[in-house]
């Protein structure tokens, strides 16, 4: 998010701190204020189906994500931005 940023780009975090119960409301309140969003997690993208039935497909959501408990570095998470968005 800082590196956006500090390239004039609008990029937020939403970190849910658990995952159940789903965070629903908040990402579907934010779905009707961003153009898109992207998933970025540990897996192989089982999260993204949630978030994008909990924005009702709204916008668009794309998956980023890794296997073998390798964490994404913020650069890995900014290049995956620019690819997905056209940053």
Do not use: C, W
């Amino acid at each position: 998010m800082e590196m956006a940023r500090q390239e004039g780009h609008k990029v937020g975090v939403l970190r849910p701190i658990t995952l159940y119960p789903f965070p629903e409301k908040p990402l579907f309140e934010l779905s009707g204020r961003v153009q898109g969003m992207l998933a970025v997690e540990m897996s192989a993208g089982q999260l993204v189906y949630d978030v994008k039935l909990a924005t009702h497909n709204r916008i668009p959501i794309h998956h980023y994500g890794r296997m073998g408990g390798v964490v994404h570095s913020p650069s890995d998470v900014y290049m995956a931005l620019k690819e997905k968005f056209g940053l």
